[in-house]
């Protein structure tokens, strides 16, 4: 059996996906923040987002966004977002050395593709886009964070990750970039699935 201790971590980043939120700026112009406290459930995915970033303030002036899911190789083009921020000025509670970085498309060498039925851009190298309309976001337990609740409207998938001919992602060939304990990680290989997968692998390939 295995011998637990009690430890005090800084974060509980305990393996979580990495996706992508464009919004739209007062200018018409997109921001783009990597974060790593995202889940669904259906339709709709919930999100968790610093209460005093870009992100926030566009979504409670205009609430449509994209949330893009990247795969393991974009991770060195994640981190390169991950030191700037949208908001001018700098907010105080961003760590040390962030700085102020208007566009960040250019910064992070992202492709900025159209959306169909919301404002904000899609990320062309993200395997995942959905497009989705936010409802009033409300503070956690502690102030410090917003939590939001996305309604998906409408869901890109790069067509190879696609059973052809179907509405359903191919579970093997589709990984997303993990965040684990601030590390980046992706997908070993698969273990099993459970009984309610509509894609599970046939017994001659187990």
């Known amino acids: 059996m295995s011998e637990h201790v009690p ?7 305990f393996g979580t996906p990495v ?18 406290s995202a ?3 259906g339709y709709t995915i919930v999100i968790g987002l610093g209460a005093d970033g870009q992100t926030a303030y566009n979504l409670a002036r205009r609430p449509e966004i994209v949330i893009n899911v990247p795969g393991p190789h974009l991770w060195k083009q994640i981190e390169s977002l991950a030191g700037v921020t949208g908001r001018f000025p700098v907010p105080e509670s ?18 900025s593709q159209e959306s169909v039925l919301v404002n904000p851009p899609r990320v062309a190298e993200c395997g995942l886009q959905f497009e989705a309309r936010v409802a009033p976001a409300r503070l956690d337990v502690t102030g410090d964070f917003l939590i939001v609740e996305a309604q998906v ?3 890109h998938a790069d067509r190879a990750v696609v059973i052809a001919g179907t509405d359903y992602v191919q579970p093997a060939a589709w990984s997303p970039l993990i965040y684990n304990f601030r590390h980046y990680f992706g997908l070993g290989p698969e273990l099993g699935h459970t009984y309610r997968s509509q894609t599970p692998r046939r017994a001659d390939t187990a």
């Not at 996706?19 to 790593?36: K, Q, R, W």
Request: aromatic share 10%; proline share 8%.
């Open 94 to 111: 961003k760590p040390a050395g962030m700085r102020y970085e208007p566009d960040k498309f250019g910064v992070s060498g992202f492709t």
């Open 39 to 41: 889940w669904a459930l």
């Open 153 to 155: 409207l409408k869901v």
């Open 19 to 36: 996706v992508l939120l464009s919004t739209e700026n007062d200018d018409g112009s997109a921001n783009l923040a990597p974060i790593s």
């Open 7 to 13: 430890i005090e971590p800084t974060i509980l980043y």
